[in-house]
Each structure stands twice: as structure tokens, then as C-alpha cells.
Nanobody
Framework: QVQLVESGGGLVQAGGSLRLSCAAS????????MGWFRQAPGKEREFVAG????????YYADSMKGRFTISRDNAKNTVYLQMNSLKPEDTAVYYC???????????????WGQGTQVTVSS
């Protein structure tokens, strides 16, 4: 089992940047694929990006390509989401999640963090 704690959210102006972090407990972090998801008010949770256990495979939702970068540091049991050129429509609660079954679909993720709020002002 793994426990996940996100941090790094906050309020930023449009065009700004934020880096989210997700710290994981446990000794087998590299055995988990990690993903970032987000949920805006009144909307379904959506996939943002995923990275395989050793970082060799990375996937992004089409709307995030070129603006968001997912990475991981297995020595620190941490996965990151660098978000640049933020837009008001990026406002959401961002969640990290861990999967032992592959990076997609979202139902593959068995472990979820509590989320961190990102608010982008216009």
C-alpha cells in the first residue's frame, strides 16, 4: 500500500507557473506508475499526465501537452507536475495517484492523494 500527499497548489495569475509535488510513502515507489488528475467544479475528474515506474513512458492529455511536464525522483519517492502558461480553465483540484496496472485508464489507479487546489486568476 502507498500513501500520497500532494503539495504546491495555490493561486497564480494567468500565464504563471506552479510546480506540484506528490510525496509517497513506502519502499517500492518505483514499482508504481504515477498519474496526475484534476477535477474542476461541476466537472468529471480528468487525466492530466502519467509516468511509468522508472520514467521511461510518459503520457499527457492532449490539452496539457507542451504546457505541463510530469517527472519523478524515485530516490525521493516524489512525482512532480510542472505547469506553465497556466490558464483560468486549469483551475481545479489536482490529485496524484498510483497504479500497478498501467497508466491508463483512471480505473487502474488504486491509491489517491487528497488533492491540492490550483486557482488561476484572469
Amino acid at each position: 500500500q502507498v500513501q500520497l500527499v500532494e503539495s504546491g497548489g495555490g493561486l497564480v495569475q494567468a500565464g504563471g507557473s506552479l510546480r506540484l509535488s506528490c510525496a509517497a510513502s513506502g519502499r517500492t515507489f518505483s514499482s508504481y506508475g504515477m498519474g496526475w488528475f484534476r477535477q474542476a467544479p461541476g466537472k468529471e475528474r480528468e487525466f492530466v499526465a502519467g509516468i511509468s515506474g522508472r520514467g521511461g513512458n510518459i503520457y499527457y492529455a492532449d490539452s496539457m501537452k507542451g504546457r505541463f511536464t510530469i517527472s519523478r525522483d524515485n530516490a525521493k519517492n516524489t512525482v512532480y507536475l510542472q505547469m506553465n502558461s497556466l490558464k483560468p480553465e486549469d483551475t481545479a483540484v489536482y490529485y496524484c495517484a498510483a497504479s500497478t496496472r498501467g497508466l491508463y485508464p483512471p480505473s487502474n489507479y488504486a491509491y489517491w492523494g487528497q488533492g491540492t487546489q490550483v486557482t488561476v486568476s484572469s
